[in-house]
Structure formats: structure tokens, C-alpha cells
């Protein structure tokens, strides 16, 4: 299984690189505070599976922090109407990449 280090920099970094536009023909609320209040829930369920996971690496394990790396995930897609059009190829290819780092986590190595 590849290290779940670069899957977590990527998702992490996503949040921390985009901005939010101010176009206001969505229906998201794209202000300041928009990032860490649209992907809390999934950020926190994330960063508490990748303990989970790294103090006891088995298969029940890492199979939960595959779903939340994928909820949070997810949430940063459902966020993509508030990435400015300058941020949306590097918000694009960051999703893209954490997408390919999750789909190559192979659970089934571990133990149960």
C-alpha cells in the first residue's frame, strides 16, 4: 500500500490553496470562513482515521480512512462552484491526484 502521507498533503493542501470567488450566481456561500466550515466535519472524521490508522495499520482500519479521505474528497468537489477560474486546472489536478492516491490504497494487505 502506497503511504497515506502524500494523500493527506494533497487534500490538505487543496484546502489551503483555493479561494473563493465572489461570483454570486451560486448557492454557496463562498466568503472567508467557506473552506473550514464546508469541510470541517470531513477534515476532522479524516485527520481522526489517519490516527486510527497509523497507530493500528489493519485492514478495518485503513478501509475507514479510504471512506473519509473519499468524504472529504467529496466535500472539496461540492465546494467547486467557489474556485476562482485562476485556481480551478491547480484545484482540478489536486483533486485528480488525491482521487488517484485514494483509488491505489490496497486494504486488503493489511490484517484484520
Known sequence: ????????????????LLGCSG???????????FWAQEVADEAAALTTA?????EDPTEANCN???NAAQDYLDALED????????QRAEFDEAVDDAQDEINAIDCSELSS
Open 79 to 86: 465546494a467547486r462552484p467557489c474556485v476562482t477560474d485562476s
Open 1 to 16: 500500500m502506497k503511504s497515506k502521507k502524500p494523500l493527506l498533503a494533497v487534500v490538505a493542501g487543496t484546502m489551503f
Open 64 to 66: 475507514i480512512f479510504r
Open 50 to 54: 489517519a490516527n486510527d490508522f497509523g
Open 23 to 33: 461570483d454570486d450566481n451560486n448557492s454557496l456561500n463562498c466568503n472567508e470562513e
